[in-house]
């Protein structure tokens, strides 16, 4: 039994507990000092481009917009690869620094048992890695009753029966994970589509230009007088990439985006079943990462001049991916692509989606915008915190 009792702001209350509701009391007592305004905890693994940035939005969020949309985010944790720093109260904006200077180690199961231990409730993890090991701690969070938003893919486009346990234990739990950020960083792609698979309305194709990065190193490839390696840098500089840029051009990247939006309309597809031209030919398979292709620098140019050469007037290169729902078909193809069309305009690192259904004929939907780029997808993971949030 414990007797909590606060007497912040000349209010005084006491309430007497036993261990089981300890949590909930210490939210009630604080709710009632500091007002009614919903509070999500959130431990944060990742603090490179997306991950960092979204730090330091959530910390630099304005106390009106708090109050105005009634909920306050507290970023309790962050971890990285090597080490994680946790405080119940709340990280300020030192929390780098913090970070640094931390000893412990990161694990799931130790941050999950920190958290349980705290008196914190509605905890969300944000996960803004791109690793395995993190992806496959989400059941064992769900479990433990923590919610999840992701801009890390690789949950949702791995097998389809890890993808299908995920979603019988939100459903048995009642849990929730947002991660809109998957396909096209901030761009409302996969929320679109699922309304649309709601609303019956019969999807047929979807086609476009998936990939930030890959958008940026055709859109300027096809037009600039620059070697293929020297755009790859500049993408990877800019952040556009992902932290191995060759991960980008074997395709991967591509093919996880299509088969999580294929899943998003009802269809129980494998990784197996996309049919994708891979970027790096046979010659480059031995590169693994980034400093491995830098020693293929002149042959990889030479193989994207000869391609560049072979366009036809009017035509760019730009790398499509295609769901073809009647034909059952998930493909990428580096395709000659016409100037005029919507796909041929596409500039910087914007992302194209075209989305064909029943009831919007020959004239597809169309959304495209950045499609990468820390700053924008963190400002995606934030609104899929907002909106978890407004569930609470
Ligand atoms: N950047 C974009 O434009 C963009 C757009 C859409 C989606 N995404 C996705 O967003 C995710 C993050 O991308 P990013 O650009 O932010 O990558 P990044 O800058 O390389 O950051 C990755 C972060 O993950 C951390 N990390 C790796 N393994 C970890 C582990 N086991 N436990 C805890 N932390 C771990 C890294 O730790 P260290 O700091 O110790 O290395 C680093 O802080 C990726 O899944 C990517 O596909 C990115």
Redesign the pocket.
């Known amino acids: 039994m414990y007797l909590i009792s606060n007497s912040i702001s000349g209010e005084h209350i006491s309430l007497v507990v036993d261990n089981q509701n300890l949590k909930k009391a210490v939210n009630i007592v604080h709710s009632q000092v500091f007002g009614v305004i919903k509070t999500i905890n959130l431990f944060a693994?990742?603090?490179?481009?997306?991950?960092?940035n979204l730090i330091d939005q959530i910390l630099a969020t304005p106390d009106e917009v708090v109050k105005r949309r009634n909920l306050r985010i507290r970023v309790v944790g962050v971890?990285?690869?090597?080490r994680?720093v946790f405080n119940e109260s709340g990280l300020g904006h030192n929390w780098r620094e913090e970070l640094a200077n931390s000893k412990a180690s990161?694990d799931c199961a130790t941050i999950i048992e920190t958290l349980e231990s705290s008196v914190l409730e509605n905890i969300v993890v944000a996960?803004?890695?791109?690793?395995q090991?993190?992806a496959n701690c989400y059941l064992d969070f769900l479990n433990h009753q923590i919610d999840i938003v992701a801009?890390?893919?690789?949950a949702n486009s791995g097998s389809y029966e890890v993808y299908n346990d995920i979603r019988k234990i939100l459903k048995r739990r009642g849990r929730l994970f947002y991660y809109e950020?998957?396909v096209g960083?901030g761009l409302p792609i996969i929320d679109t589509l699922k309304h649309l698979y709601d609303s019956a309305d019969q999807v047929v194709k979807l086609r476009g230009v998936f990939s930030?990065?890959l958008s940026y190193i055709f859109n300027n490839f096809s037009v600039r007088d620059e070697s293929f390696s020297n755009i790859l840098e500049e993408a990877k500089n800019s952040?556009?990439t992902?932290?191995n840029p060759v991960e980008d051009l074997l395709g991967t990247?591509v093919a996880r985006k299509l088969i999580i939006l294929a899943r998003e309309l009802g269809l129980e597809v494998e990784p197996a079943d996309v049919k994708m031209q891979n970027l790096l030919p046979e010659e480059f398979a031995a590169c693994k990462d980034y400093s491995d292709l830098l020693n293929y620098r002149d042959s990889l140019d030479a193989y994207y001049n000869r391609k560049k050469e072979e366009l036809e007037a009017n035509s760019v290169l730009r790398y499509v991916a295609e769901l073809d729902i009647e034909k059952s078909t998930l493909s990428i193809n580096l395709e000659a692509v016409d100037r005029s069309t919507a796909l041929g305009s596409i500039k910087n690192a914007d992302a194209l989606f075209e989305i064909f259904t029943e009831s919007y004929g020959e004239n597809p939907i169309i959304i495209q915008g950045a499609?990468?780029?820390?700053e924008?997808?963190a400002r995606?993971v934030y609104s899929d915190l907002i909106r978890l949030g407004h569930k609470y």
Do not use: H, L, R
């Open positions: 693994f990742g603090k490179g481009n997306v991950g960092g971890a990285d690869s090597q994680y990161a996960d803004n890695t791109s690793s090991e993190i801009s890390n893919k690789k950020t998957n960083a930030g990065s952040g556009f992902e932290p990247d499609g990468a780029g820390g924008v997808t995606g």
